[in-house]
Every structure is written in structure tokens, then in C-alpha cells.
């Protein structure tokens, strides 16, 4: 997932897109209006995550403008505490989500991970990998074409790695985007789950290799000839 963060508190900026990054989301930065809407002109991003109070001017004008454009990008407005007319204004304007400042990383985690779950908020976007085709709002799964049957574990598990292809993806990472905090989770659930998906993608046909990397985590790799 590609993530636009606007955001002129450097600090918190910074512990957000190293938390998020993490999770196995791509965030870029901007800190000001302007800066947003040159990054959203040139990009295609999964999410905005806005803060509302900015140098140049109000987040809300950007959420306003993106709606006045049918733009259907899911938003979520980060706001200060108790500023409970943001909160309102926000979602009047078009927002889908408020999260009220201090977050923890993993709230945001999985309130972003939320809205870009919900049918309809969000065309989605497609990751593919050699012959392997993830539909990230339908967390469908497609070898050459053809639908693969994976349970939902199994779809984040390849979105995190397809998201990193050609990268190592730390164990911890993926057992953070994977299990609930609270979820009790056994050293080699995850081991067992990247197991299962190697077999799936493998009898369906898939050209991509899920590599183990001992003690460090994981990396999904599409064949050579799809690079050239
Ligand atoms: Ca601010």
C-alpha cells in the first residue's frame, strides 16, 4: 500500500513512516497543501493520511477538493485531542476517518488497514510480481489469470511481500501486519503460513519465489526474465 502522509511535525512524522513502513506500508511525506497536491498530481496513493492544520493552509481544503473531483481515496484526518470540531468538519468534509493525536503506530496501523478494506472505498490496487496478481481491495489472488483460492492470512502475508518484492521483509514486520496485537502467536505460525502459500502459489502455476532468509525473514522474488 502507498500511503501519502501531510504532516508538518517533523518528529511525529517521522515515528509515524518508520512505524508504518514496518507494517510493510509505503509512506511518502510532504508538510505543507502545496506539497500535497503536487504529490497527489503525480501519484497514484492508496490512502491520505492528513493533518489538519498545516503552514500554508487547512488539510480540510485538500479532502474538499479531492471529493468537489469524485476522488474516492479513503482519508484519514489526524487530528489534536479534544478538537472534537475537527473531528465533525472533517468527516462533513469528506474524511472516512479521524484519529485523534497521541496514536499509537499499531491503531493507525489498523485503522488504515481498515479503510483500505472497505468495499467501495477504494478502487484498490493491483501488485504483481511475474505471474502473480494481488487486487488489494478485493484481496483476490491471480496466477496467469486465474483466481487462487488463499485464506485471508495468506492474502496479507503475499500482499506484504509482494509490496517488498525483491526485498527481505523482517519476520517481525510481517507478524505485525499478519496478527493482532493480542493474538497469541506461536514462533512458527507464520513459518506454516508462508509454507502453505509457497504450496498454493506453486500448484497454481506461480513463476515467483518465496525465499527464506534464516533469522531475518522473508523475500518474494518474480523470475528474472519479468525485469527485462
Ligand atoms: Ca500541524
Redesign the pocket.
Known amino acids: 500500500m502507498r500511503l501519502l502522509l501531510v504532516?508538518?511535525?517533523a518528529r511525529l512524522a517521522s515515528l509515524i513512516r518508520e512505524g508504518l513502513d514496518r507494517q510493510g506500508f509505503a509512506v511518502d511525506w510532504c508538510e505543507t497543501v502545496s506539497g500535497a497536491e503536487h504529490a497527489l498530481a503525480i501519484t497514484m496513493y492508496d490512502l491520505l493520511l492528513l493533518?489538519?492544520?498545516?503552514?500554508d493552509g487547512e488539510?480540510l481544503d485538500l479532502v474538499r477538493g479531492l471529493r468537489r473531483r469524485q476522488d474516492t481515496m479513503p482519508i484519514l484526518v489526524l487530528t489534536?485531542r479534544g478538537g472534537l470540531d475537527d473531528r465533525v468538519v472533517g468527516l462533513d468534509a469528506g474524511a472516512d476517518d479521524y484519529l485523534v493525536k497521541p496514536f499509537q503506530i499499531p491503531e493507525l496501523a489498523a485503522r488504515c488497514r481498515a479503510l483500505l478494506r472497505r468495499p467501495g472505498a477504494s478502487l484498490g490496487t493491483e501488485l504483481s510480481a511475474g505471474n502473480v496478481t494481488l487486487h488489494s481491495a478485493e484481496r483476490s489472488v491471480k496466477v496467469s489469470g486465474e483466481p487462487v483460492v488463499a485464506t485471508p492470512r495468506e492474502v496479507d502475508l503475499l500482499e506484504c511481500l509482494l509490496r517488498r518484492a525483491g526485498h527481505v521483509v523482517a519476520k517481525l514486520a510481517i507478524e505485525g501486519a499478519l496478527y493482532s496485537m493480542d493474538a497469541e502467536v506461536t514462533p512458527n505460525a507464520l513459518e506454516a503460513c508462508v509454507s502453505r502459500l509457497r504450496k498454493r502459489l506453486a500448484t497454481a502455476g506461480a513463476d515467483v519465489q518465496i525465499t527464506t532468509v534464516h533469522g531475518v525473514g522473508y523475500a518474494l522474488f518474480a523470475p528474472i526474465a519479468a525485469h527485462g
Open positions: 504532516e508538518d511535525n493533518d489538519l492544520g498545516l503552514p488539510g489534536a
